[in-house]
Each structure stands twice: as structure tokens, then as C-alpha cells.
């Protein structure tokens, strides 16, 4: 039995209180585990496990900046691997000129912020390295992403919930 000031608890209160916190860091490492493939299912999930929006927000940030730095870091060594076999610059722009094409236009930071926003920053990242992007500027562009994309549906699902 603990006694603090008038409040009494029992070995079975601190069980629960310690359990309590537990599930809560799983909770939260759930969303950040989320947010380094797919920030679009980390958010609803936080929600779901009915989180607060400044732990959701700052959970998927966390997971999506990990995602960045994983993505880029694992991709310079997979570039490595593929660019022994390396097509002709003028092999790649017969293949694909959609891709060429759309990268001539928009660049590092479209593909690392529009792209992050869209599809994700791990698919961002390896598209630009596969367009052999300066990874400095893209991994900067997709963080800047993240943090937009993180901001913005957090603020939609807080919103949301409000209206319901």
C-alpha cells in the first residue's frame, strides 16, 4: 500500500498505471512505425487509438523524417547495386520519355514535395534515385513534404472528428 498525501494506492493501481503507459507508447510507436512506410494510414490509426493530435502529429513526423533517411540512406547502396549494368543516358530516354519528360519540367522539388505529398517519400526517393537526383535536395524537399502532409491531415482528421 502507497500512501501520497490523502491518496491510497494499492500494488494492483501502479500494475494498471504502468500498464496504461505501456499501451500508450505502443500506441504511439504504432503511428510512427506507420508513418515510416504510409503517413496517409498513420494518422487515421492515431486516431483510432484515440490519441491526441499534437502525439499523432508529432509521431508521424518522427516516423515519416525516419522513412526519409531510411529510404535515401538504403537507396544510395541499392544504386550501387543497379548502376553497374547502367543503360546509355539515351537508352533511359527512349524507354521512358514520359518520366524524362515530367522531371525536365518539375525537377528535384516537385518530385521530392509533390511527390511526397502524393505518393509517399520512400517512393519519391527512389524514383529520384533512379534519375540520379542530388539526394541532398531531394531528401530536404521530401522532409518538407512530410511535414506539409503531416500538418494538413492532421489538421483534417482533428476537423473531422469535430464535425462528427
Known sequence: MF?????QLNSYDSVI???SIQIMFFKILTVAGLATVEIYAAIPAGFAFGLSPWTIFFASLTGGFVGVFVAAFLGDKIRSLFHKNKPTKEAAEKKHPAILKLWNKYGIIGLGFLGT??????ISIAVGIGLNANIKKLVTWCCIGVLTRCIVFTLVGYYGLLLI
Open 3 to 7: 500512501t501520497f498525501g490523502l491518496i
Open 117 to 122: 505529398v502524393s505518393v509517399g517519400a520512400p
Open 17 to 19: 498505471a504502468i500498464n
